[in-house]
């Protein structure tokens, strides 16, 4: 995607605009992006026809699928909601962008980043109800020395006299 200066008539490309640190900082404060921006333009370049420039309204568009969903931290996917934090998203992001040379470009949807994300929610899924599962498999836990113990309850404490009291010695 290029970027055409209205005061001087300079052409560059977003992405080379991104990739020098002051630029990046400029477009991200100038577009209000999240941390998340220099990454979404990256991103949006996998959009980009080969012997074509991505165009604006192509950009519109994308990112109008994208920022609602990243705003309210959640995908739906496959008739399933998904938690997708900013973390999940910069990962998902990241692993994308690491995988361009082996996805055939350009990308039509965004359909395998949100195959990513669901991936990654779903693994968080499956420890939390790991974790869920050990803590039923041991109901009760050993005490320490230094573990705060609860005084035994008046009506065991009552059952107990009255067992004592009752053996013959």
Not at 17 to 36: E, K, N
Not at 76 to 88: K, L
Not at 132 to 145: F, I, N, S
């Amino acid at each position: 995607m290029k970027l055409t200066c209205q005061a001087c008539g300079a052409v560059i490309s977003l992405d080379a605009a991104v990739g020098c640190d002051a630029a990046s900082a400029a477009l991200i404060r100038a577009f209000g992006l999240s941390p998340l921006g220099k990454l979404l333009i990256q991103y949006l370049g996998l959009f980009r026809p080969a012997k074509r420039q991505l165009t604006f309204d192509r950009v519109e568009s994308l990112l109008g699928e994208l920022l609602p969903m990243i705003e309210a931290g959640r995908i739906e996917r496959s008739g399933r909601v998904w938690a997708a934090p900013h973390e999940s998203w910069r990962a998902a992001l990241e692993e994308i962008l690491a995988k361009r040379d082996k996805l055939t470009l350009p990308l039509k949807s965004h359909g395998y980043l949100l195959e990513i994300i669901a991936g990654h929610a779903n693994k968080v899924e499956a420890r939390q109800e790991q974790q869920t599962e050990q803590e039923r498999a041991r109901p009760y836990r050993t005490l320490t020395p230094d573990s705060p113990r609860k005084p035994m309850p008046a009506h065991v404490r009552e059952t107990i006299s009255n067992i004592v009291k009752k053996e013959p010695t």
